[in-house]
């Protein structure tokens, strides 16, 4: 298992700070999120090759890409537009040397039915999966939202054969929404190619509170054993929201922390 942390902790951040930090705290890689400050698909292709230097120069992965689109909306011209627009990012995963996009399938809870839902996804996965293909990308829809939950995620999969594109887990959003970490994995285990991690606190019922590695209600020691019996090589990705949530811990501790505590954990489990 590799560590990499989400730019999305950190958007003020140049590339030179962002790969330092990661060489100076033993990271295998750099998760970038799409935005106007970093990068995103209209990039000077001069300075994509620039930043893909960067990361061989010093031997770090660009873990994974982190789009913003979905398939849940009703229109299919909007729909249309997404795929259009994750194209794009696949393109430019695809010229940083990126093995993997993320993409959301829903961006929202709302009242239109799962079914549907799976549906528009499965309808964009088969235009999108050939298009990856020839590109040497996988896309990865991220557990969020309405499809929170390994349960809902597995049947957009389930009998169809999609060859480039995968799962992202984020934990946290499969816990919160009542599924356990060996339920989650039993419906998933054959998909997931890229892990989201981040720990809380639960201030009330409603609401949580984001707190360093280890110092929340986030099984880690469990997690990673259980990641173990399934032979998971990938990414453990640092996704530490301080552009959403400012209050939390600054982003260089969290980042220098997570890397620690993670390596603490490899060692005392033999990992």
């Known amino acids: 298992m ?8 950190c958007p003020e951040w140049n590339f ?12 295998d890689g750099v998760e970038l999120r799409i935005c106007e400050s970093q990068i995103n698909a209209n990039l000077d292709p001069r300075k994509v090759k620039r930043i893909k230097n960067k990361f061989f120069i010093n031997k770090l992965e660009i873990a ?11 229109d299919y011209n909007t729909r249309k537009e997404n795929i259009l627009k994750l194209k794009e990012i696949i393109d430019l995963a695809s010229a940083l040397g990126a093995k993997y996009v993320r993409t959301f399938g829903s961006n929202t809870n709302n009242d239109i039915k799962k079914s549907k839902i799976i549906f528009w996804i499965q309808e964009a996965f ?19 939202d309405d499809l929170s939950t390994g349960y809902d995620v597995h049947k957009i999969f389930k009998n169809k054969e999609f060859d480039n594109c995968g799962v992202l887990w984020d934990i946290a959003h499969s816990i919160r929404a009542g599924e356990d970490i060996l339920t989650t994995l039993e419906y998933l285990k054959d998909y997931i190619y890229h892990i989201h ?3 809380w606190i639960k201030l009330n019922e409603e609401k949580d509170y984001y707190v360093l590695l280890g110092a929340g209600v986030l099984p880690v020691e469990k997690l990673l054993l259980e990641l ?10 640092l996704e530490w929201e301080k552009i959403w949530i400012p209050e939390i811990e600054e982003s260089d501790i969290a980042i220098m922390q997570y890397s ?8 005392k489990l033999n990992l």
């Open 2 to 9: 590799k560590l990499s942390y989400s730019t999305l902790a």
């Open 16 to 27: 030179d700070k962002i790969i330092k930090f990661a060489k100076i705290n033993f990271y």
């Open 64 to 74: 994974c890409l982190s789009a913003y689109t979905n398939f849940n909306n009703p």
């Open 126 to 144: 088969k235009e999108l999966d050939r298009y990856a293909d020839k590109k040497n990308v996988k896309i990865l829809l991220e557990t969020h």
């Open 197 to 199: 991690i981040k720990d």
């Open 228 to 237: 173990k019996k399934i032979k998971y090589n990938g990414y453990l990705s």
């Open 260 to 267: 620690k505590k993670m390596n603490y954990y490899f060692q």
